[in-house]
């Protein structure tokens, strides 16, 4: 019964996919089968994931992770209302949130119910439900470049929400933070343009907003600033993310080697997403918005073990105040997603480059090996 609807969903993500990457990238052609193939396997895999997490949440070091998470939020939060001088600016009331279907029904919306003030409990606001927080191996788009600076803040003048990003990795087989790991984040901006690539309507090669690569620390911690992501043709908002494990720090700020342990794509509430494309300039994208549901990637979270959607709290009572987002994410760090995390550009010390050998949909989507 369970494969069965399992099957029913993934065939209704696939003809999503299918359609929102014909829009996306007209001309292309996709084997159905393989597809269907591909999406199953990532099924199959979250679930042994989801497996072998479920066992980490109990443990006593696991509760005192938690409790050292609780308080970095609440102190980077504090940070950040500090440095745009919003201590006396109550947090935003709850909005009124529409009916989200599946995780959508959860609302990631953290500043809650009533104003919060010093008394509030950390656990309130920054607490996430361990069972809820693994996100699997994902897709990883035609927009990864390879190489890209180790910095935390990443905005480079990009205009838009500004959003500090907290994100916390952690073995799914041995319950501990990963440390140290690489991480890569990446998004397009307020109008939908990716950074470093040289595809029409992009940023172009010598460009490299809205990307960074930091290690995490000895809690599988990273921190971002960046802005909140725009979108483009055939897919809902995301931000992505991609991890090297044994990857070595370089001189020059940068990285090489290691295997790609995890990649996937945060999402966002619908709410949050209406909210901030109503403002400037978001707003001046003209490209039709694709909804979370109508996304083909977002179909991962079929499975009851994935919720993609990140935890969010505005820090004042404007969304041009800014934005904490933070997510806990599973990794196994055995895993080698190398097949998925091929790179359409490079940054080397020249500037931007081309990957001559990049077919995002050959590689995504090998065809059937003979016999
Ligand atoms: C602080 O917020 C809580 C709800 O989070 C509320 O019950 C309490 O009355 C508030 N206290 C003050 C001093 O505003
Ligand atoms: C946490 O997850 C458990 C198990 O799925 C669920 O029963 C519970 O309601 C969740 N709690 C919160 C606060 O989301
Ligand atoms: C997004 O990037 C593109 C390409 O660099 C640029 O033309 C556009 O103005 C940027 N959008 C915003 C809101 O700055
Ligand atoms: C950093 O150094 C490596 C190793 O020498 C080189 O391959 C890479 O192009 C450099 N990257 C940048 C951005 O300077």
């Not at 990631?108 to 693994?134: M, Q, W, Y």
């Not at 901006?189 to 010598?206: C, F, I, M, P, R």
């Not at 794509?265 to 300039?281: G, R, S």
């Given at each position: 019964?369970a494969s069965v609807s399992r099957?029913?969903?993934?065939?209704?993500?696939?003809?999503?996919?299918?359609?929102?990457?014909?829009?996306?990238?007209?001309?292309?052609?996709?084997?159905?089968?393989?597809?269907?193939?591909?999406?199953?396997?990532?099924?199959?895999?979250?679930?042994?994931?989801?497996?072998?997490?479920?066992?980490?949440?109990?443990?006593?070091?696991?509760?005192?992770?938690?409790?050292?998470?609780?308080?970095?939020?609440?102190?980077?939060?504090?940070?950040?209302?500090?440095?745009?001088?919003?201590?006396?600016?109550?947090?935003?009331?709850?909005?009124?949130?529409?009916?989200?279907?599946?995780?959508?029904?959860?609302?990631?919306?953290?500043?809650?119910?009533?104003?919060?003030?010093?008394t509030t409990p950390e656990a309130?606001?920054?607490?996430?439900?361990?069972?809820?927080?693994?996100?699997?191996?994902?897709?990883?788009?035609?927009?990864?470049?390879?190489?890209?600076?180790?910095?935390?803040?990443?905005?480079?003048?990009?205009?838009?929400?500004?959003?500090?990003?907290?994100?916390?990795?952690?073995?799914?087989?041995?319950?501990?933070?990963?440390?140290?790991?690489?991480?890569?984040?990446?998004?397009?901006?307020?109008?939908?343009?990716?950074?470093?690539?040289?595809?029409?309507?992009?940023?172009?090669?010598?460009?490299?907003?809205?990307?960074?690569?930091?290690?995490?620390?000895?809690?599988?911690?990273?921190?971002?600033?960046?802005?909140?992501?725009?979108?483009?043709?055939?897919?809902?908002?995301?931000?992505?993310?991609?991890?090297?494990?044994?990857?070595?720090?370089?001189?020059?700020?940068?990285?090489?080697?290691?295997?790609?342990?995890?990649?996937?794509?945060?999402?966002?509430?619908?709410?949050?997403?209406?909210?901030?494309?109503?403002?400037?300039?978001?707003?001046?994208?003209?490209?039709?918005?694709?909804?979370?549901?109508?996304?083909?990637?977002?179909?991962?979270?079929?499975?009851?073990?994935?919720?993609?959607?990140?935890?969010?709290?505005?820090?004042?009572?404007?969304?041009?105040?800014?934005?904490?987002?933070?997510?806990?994410?599973?990794?196994?760090?055995?895993?080698?997603?190398?097949?998925?995390?091929?790179?359409?550009?490079?940054?080397?010390?020249?500037?931007?480059?081309?990957?001559?050998?990049?077919?995002?949909?050959?590689?995504?989507?090998?065809?059937?090996?003979?016999?």
């Amino acid at each position: 019964m369970a494969s069965v609807s399992r099957l029913l969903a993934v065939a209704a993500i696939c003809v999503s996919l299918l359609s929102s990457f014909s829009t996306a990238h007209p001309g292309e052609h996709h084997d159905k089968i393989e597809i269907l193939k591909e999406m199953r396997e990532r099924g199959i895999e979250a679930a042994k994931q989801q497996e072998s997490w479920s066992k980490c949440s109990n443990s006593e070091e696991s509760q005192a992770r938690q409790e050292r998470a609780l308080q970095r939020r609440a102190a980077i939060v504090q940070q950040l209302r500090e440095e745009r001088g919003l201590t006396d600016t109550p947090f935003i009331t709850r909005r009124n949130m529409a009916q989200f279907k599946q995780w959508e029904t959860k609302s990631h919306d953290k500043t809650t119910g009533s104003r919060l003030n010093s008394t509030t409990p950390e656990a309130t606001v920054f607490g996430t439900n361990l069972s809820c927080i693994l996100a699997p191996d994902n897709a990883n788009g035609p927009y990864y470049v390879l190489g890209e600076h180790i910095r935390s803040n990443v905005v480079e003048g990009q205009v838009g929400v500004p959003m500090h990003l907290e994100l916390q990795f952690i073995d799914v087989t041995t319950c501990k933070p990963l440390q140290p790991l690489v991480v890569d984040i990446w998004s397009c901006n307020a109008t939908g343009a990716y950074s470093g690539v040289s595809a029409a309507g992009e940023g172009g090669l010598q460009t490299t907003f809205l990307r960074g690569v930091q290690q995490t620390d000895s809690d599988g911690v990273v921190q971002f600033d960046t802005i909140f992501p725009g979108h483009y043709s055939g897919r809902a908002t995301h931000e992505h993310i991609l991890t090297h494990t044994g990857a070595t720090i370089l001189p020059n700020g940068t990285f090489s080697g290691g295997h790609i342990s995890h990649l996937s794509q945060l999402f966002f509430d619908t709410a949050l997403i209406n909210a901030v494309e109503a403002t400037a300039p978001y707003n001046t994208n003209k490209i039709p918005h694709t909804t979370n549901d109508a996304d083909g990637f977002t179909g991962y979270s079929a499975t009851a073990a994935y919720d993609p959607f990140p935890n969010y709290i505005m820090l004042g009572n404007k969304l041009s105040h800014g934005l904490f987002v933070w997510a806990e994410l599973g990794v196994q760090p055995t895993n080698d997603q190398g097949v998925y995390g091929t790179n359409a550009a490079y940054l080397a010390a020249d500037g931007g480059h081309d990957n001559p050998g990049f077919n995002f949909f050959a590689i995504a989507f090998p065809p059937p090996t003979a016999g």
